[in-house]
């Protein structure tokens, strides 16, 4: 039986929606939109991306922008999920300079070597989300599924095998995250914004929710930075050599 999905990426400047007819094993995008975040009102950006959308109620999946998160990396002498999650906030509070009890904590098993496991933990303050949700169920929006931006697109990708070892860079306006694959698993995750503001300022066209940057003539400089910023983040991780 085919049903309606709606899933809404929401992030510092943009927001981004599709309504997706999935039916057994296949989804078709039926209808998208896009809408500036201005003044920080999040609320009106996604009551803007609905407009576009014929959202009556369906099953809702959201992510927000890995800017809204904190992310560690950590290691366990052991592989088993239980006691990883048991041990974890104990590992954070040694490890993370924040009250662990004002956070919300998801954590992915990213490698298993010998007894040791790598795990690649995710923390958002418990007031960010309660916040977003808030403003969602003000629009009748209940999400199913709270996630981090391109997250499941680089977990998606790695499932193609000559794409087993990659690095995925989601570029938004005035920010951008590094997603690093590794033998189809997630070794880091990295969010980054543009100091220059290079492409901070941007305008959309609301006839066709196309999205253009005021700035151009500075692109070349952002491809610079982002490069940089790329490299500077790979020579960090053992066993990767960057070649950008």
Do not use: W
Request: glycine letters at 4%.
């Amino acid at each position: 039986m085919a049903q309606k999905i709606l899933s809404i990426d929401i992030r510092e400047d943009l927001v981004c929606g599709v309504m997706v007819m999935q039916s057994g094993s296949e989804s078709t995008v039926i209808e998208c939109g896009v809408s500036v975040v201005t003044d920080k009102v999040y609320k009106d950006a996604v009551e803007d991306v609905l407009g576009h959308l014929s959202y009556s109620g369906e099953l809702c999946r959201v992510s927000f922008g890995a800017e809204n998160f904190f992310f560690r990396n950590l290691s366990f002498p052991f592989h088993d999920k239980k006691k990883i999650e048991k041990i974890l906030g104990i590992e954070l509070e040694e490890n993370v300079p924040l009250d662990i009890s004002d956070l919300l904590v998801d954590s992915l098993v990213t490698g298993k070597k010998g007894q040791e496991s790598t795990v690649v933990v995710a923390m958002a303050y418990r007031e960010f989300i309660a916040e977003r949700l808030d403003e969602l169920k003000s629009l009748q929006i209940d999400p199913e599924i709270i996630a981090i931006s391109s997250v499941q697109t680089a977990l998606q990708l790695s499932r193609i095998s000559s794409l087993a070892d990659f690095i995925l860079l989601d570029c938004s306006c005035d920010r951008f995250t590094i997603f690093v694959m590794q033998d189809g698993r997630m070794r880091l995750i990295r969010p980054f914004v543009f100091d220059d503001g290079s492409l901070a300022q941007f305008s959309l066209d609301k006839n066709s929710q196309f999205v253009s940057a005021k700035k151009v003539e500075k692109i070349a400089d952002t491809y610079k930075n982002i490069c940089r910023e790329v490299r500077r983040t790979l020579y960090s991780i053992e066993n990767i050599e960057p070649d950008i």
